[in-house]
């Protein structure tokens, strides 16, 4: 069983930057691809971005894409999720998960594993 544990939220301004972590232990990380996901309040879950096992693929939304660089360190057990020129819409719970099928990257409903979230709170 794989566990995952995030970290690196907390309280940005507009057009700020964070970086969160998601550490994994236990199962092999490699063999997991890793999405983010985001819970606005009020909201459903969504989907921000995805990376491969291997890491050589990476998907986003239109949302995501150009504000939002996600990555993995295989050997380190970890995948981290840049963000820059944060907006107050960006304000959620942000998710780690992993998912052992890479074609379904995007449905929360699949996957396997998630972590406990982290919140990120950009103010205007």
């Known amino acids: 069983q794989v566990q995952l544990v995030e970290s690196g939220g907390g309280l940005v301004q507009a057009g700020g930057s964070l970086r969160l972590s998601c550490a994994a232990s236990r199962g092999t990380f490699s063999s997991y691809a890793m999405g983010w996901f985001r819970r606005a309040p009020g909201k459903e879950r969504k989907f921000v971005t995805g990376i491969s096992g291997s890491g050589r693929t990476t998907y986003y939304t239109d949302s995501s894409k150009g504000r939002f660089t996600i990555s993995r360190d295989n050997a380190k057990n970890t995948v981290y999720l840049q963000m820059n020129d944060l907006e107050p ?19 929360w409903a699949e996957y396997d594993y998630w972590g406990q979230g982290t919140q990120v709170t950009v103010a205007s």
């Open 89 to 107: 819409e960006d304000t959620a719970v942000y998710y780690c998960a992993a998912i052992l099928s890479e074609n379904r990257i995007t449905s």
